[in-house]
């Protein structure tokens, strides 16, 4: 889940810095008018219908809090009069709470952060409200439509109506060491082992080959090849991936009946623990921040995670106090970046803004979630260096300021681009976490040396049960509903 460490709920940062780097931002971005509008027209409309009053919205603890704590919520309130309660809630509990609140009735909440894989659940249960009345009331349609392909056509809709709009950017990227594939005596020895040019990993086989390769050569230098996090809530999102690159099906759309322990799946599982044996011991346990302190250190030499990984690994902001807690980066200007091997990278959870159907004051919550996810407002929140935001609009790719950030932005930005063309959405269903559940125990099972096909052999017969509890026909419909979507599977 996005919720990556409990180091990350206990830091702070200055208001002023966060509206001095969102005034650089706003001078250094130059959306055309158009763009300004939407903005501009939830101003204005709730101007008229919202001040004095508070909009209570639900966000992920910790970090990401940081944006409407310390930068969009002052902001809303100064140029509205509208204030903004923030309510912060680990990522593990949002969809929980939300659903307590939504039963409860009490209209605590206004406004709300779901993970997309929620959706389809939330607006069954009848806890988002649909956005589309407000979206052409209110102009937005247009800019709508400049999101990128992926989080526009995947994360935005349940039955064709919007029940919330994409704001982050997850996808999972690939990182490795420009400087050490540019090694001639590397590039010399690897060619002559196996026939063809060192160079990022096309597939899973030549990263198997590679990584491999690298922990041998450079073992001396206290290098290894690769390192993943591999804590099941983590590699859940990998597994997913790789099982449909390797053209794996999650289930016969037939029947419903789980097709994960196919050959497909268990192959990936099998490969899965093999790779560790090139990786750091205890690997097994890493999360993201282990994994991110060992590549930040130079001692791994490709990795795999979401964006913020290459803002840190630059060391982009890397002295201010809010990000003290990630370790020096000793490998600024030598980080690549590009789409995992298969082209098709995983999603991995990423936020959507919705409106709670019992919010008291629809309208103002709506008008802040607009404002929010604006072209203008959210090219400024993207570049919030601690809020874990990351571009999800056609227009964040080709930032002038954005781009400019460190001299390789370029290259990462258009690496993150390219993951929003060929992206791969989560599993999303009704009752998606105790599918996910399943999962997660298998992994651990992996990494506790059982065997893959037995493995999945259960988390396949879990799934059937739930699938029976829900309703067979019922998940059927809302399954191949998730499946005809563009991300769902790789084209």
């Not at 140029?79 to 969809?95: L, N, Y």
């Not at 090139?278 to 999360?287: A, C, D, N, T």
Request: proline share 5%.
């Amino acid at each position: 889940m996005k919720d990556y460490s409990s180091v990350l709920r206990r830091l702070g940062l200055s208001r002023g810095l966060l509206l001095t780097i969102a005034t650089a931002t706003a001078l250094a971005w130059t959306g055309v008018a158009s763009a300004q509008n939407a903005a501009k027209t939830a101003v204005e409309a709730a101007k008229k219908i919202c001040n004095g009053k508070t909009i209570t919205i639900v966000w992920e603890a910790g970090l990401q809090s940081l944006d409407p704590t310390q930068f969009s919520g002052p902001l809303w309130e100064k140029e509205t009069g509208c204030k903004v309660k923030v309510v912060e809630v680990p990522t593990a509990e949002m969809f929980t709470k939300i659903m307590q609140e939504f039963r409860a009735g009490t209209g605590a909440y206004d406004a709300l952060n779901v993970i997309p894989a929620w959706m389809p659940d939330l607006a069954q249960a009848g806890a988002l409200e649909v956005l589309d009345p407000y979206v052409d009331k209110y102009g937005f349609r247009d800019e709508l439509k400049k999101i990128a392909p992926t989080y526009r056509d995947n994360q935005m809709t349940v039955n064709g109506k919007i029940y919330g709009f994409p704001d982050d950017g997850d996808v999972f990227l690939f990182y490795y060491r420009k400087d050490i594939f540019a090694r001639a005596d590397l590039k010399k020895a690897f060619k002559d082992k196996y026939k063809y040019d060192l160079a990022p990993p096309k597939t899973w086989k030549q990263f198997d080959e590679i990584g491999n390769f690298l922990t041998e050569a450079l073992k001396k230098e206290g290098i290894y090849g690769a390192a993943f996090f591999r804590e099941p809530p983590y590699t859940m999102f990998m597994f997913q991936e790789r099982f449909r690159v390797e053209g794996g099906k999650f289930f016969d759309a037939g029947t419903m009946k789980a097709t994960v322990n196919s050959p497909i799946g268990v192959k990936v599982f099998a490969d899965m623990r093999n790779e560790n044996r090139f990786m750091p011991p205890g690997v097994e346990k890493f999360g993201f921040v282990e994994n991110l302190a060992l590549f930040l250190k130079g001692q791994s030499a490709m990795t795999i995670s979401w964006p913020p990984y290459g803002r840190f690994a630059a060391g982009y902001l890397g002295s201010e106090k809010a990000l003290d807690w990630v370790p020096k980066s000793t490998i600024a200007g030598k980080v690549g970046y590009a789409l995992p091997p298969g082209g098709h990278p995983e999603l991995a959870a990423g936020f959507a803004l919705s409106v709670a159907s019992t919010s008291k004051q629809k309208e103002a919550a709506y008008l802040f979630i607009q404002w929010l996810n604006s072209e203008e407002i959210s090219n400024q929140r993207v570049q919030l260096p601690y809020t874990l935001r990351d571009p999800f609009r056609d227009s964040h790719y080709t930032n002038p300021g954005y781009l400019k950030l460190w001299p390789d932005a370029k290259d990462y930005l258009a690496a993150l681009h390219a993951g929003a063309q060929t992206g791969l959405l989560d599993l999303s269903l009704i009752q998606t976490d105790k599918y996910e559940e399943a999962l997660r125990q298998g992994i651990s099972k992996l990494w506790a040396g059982e065997d893959p096909q037995k493995i999945l052999g259960k988390v396949a017969a879990d799934w059937d049960e739930v699938t029976k509890q829900v309703g067979v026909d019922k998940q059927k419909t809302v399954y191949n509903a998730w499946a005809a979507k563009s991300g769902a599977y790789p084209k």
